[in-house]
C-alpha cells in the first residue's frame, strides 16, 4: 500500500514540481516563464558568466521574453517585454560590477553612449556588493523603461529604448562578457 501510494503520488505531483523549474545551470534554478506587466515571458536560455583566464564562474543569466528567438539582434531591437535575471554564484563587489558595466557601455558595438550617460549613472547607482546567491534583474517593458531589481528591491526605472538596446547589447551583442554566455542566453548552449 506504501509503495502505491508513493507511485500516486509522483505521477500527480512530480509533473507540477519539473513545470515549475525550467532550467538550471551550474546549480541555479530558473523558472520556465514569469509574468511581468500582465504578461507572460518565456525562457529563451540560460548562460554562465566566466570571468578571468582562469573562467571563474561569476553568475548565471536568464533570458525571458515573450516571443523566444535565437537571434540577438533581433532581440536587442525588438519592442517586447524582456527580463534578463542574474544569480550570482560568488561574491561580486560593487565597485567590480559598475567597472564591468561601464566597460561593456563603451564596447564600439554600443555605438555612441554620450546620449546615455546620465542614465548610465543612475544604473550605477542602483548597483550594491553582490553576495554568493544574491539576484539581480533588468525587465525593459515597452513605454515604461527598464525596472532595476537588485536583492528583492526595485531600485527604479531607466526611460529609453535606446537605453535598454544598450542594456540587453551588453549580453547579446558583438562583444558580451563571455561568448558561452551569449550562445546560452540565446538557447543555444551544449552544456
Partial sequence: MRTLAVAVFAL?????????????????????????????LHLNGLGLREA?????????AALYLEKKSSDADEIIRSEQAKRLAMKFVRAVGRKEIVKA??????????????????????FNSFMT????GGAMSFTY???????VEVLGATKGTIPGADFAQALFGIWLGA?????????GL??????
Fill in 12 to 40: 500527480l505531483f512530480l509533473p507540477l514540481a519539473t513545470a515549475i523549474v525550467a532550467g538550471e545551470l551550474a546549480g541555479v534554478a530558473f523558472p520556465d516563464q514569469v509574468g511581468v506587466d500582465s504578461r507572460t
Fill in 129 to 132: 556588493d553582490m553576495p554568493n
Fill in 52 to 60: 578571468t583566464i582562469l573562467r571563474v564562474d561569476v553568475y548565471v
Fill in 186 to 191: 540565446l538557447g543555444k548552449s551544449d552544456r
Fill in 175 to 183: 562583444y558580451p562578457p563571455n561568448p558561452g554566455l551569449k550562445q
Fill in 101 to 122: 558595466w561601464n566597460e561593456s557601455f563603451e564596447e564600439p558595438a554600443s555605438g555612441s553612449t554620450a546620449a546615455l550617460k546620465d542614465r548610465i549613472a543612475t
Fill in 141 to 147: 517593458v515597452p513605454g515604461a523603461g527598464v525596472a
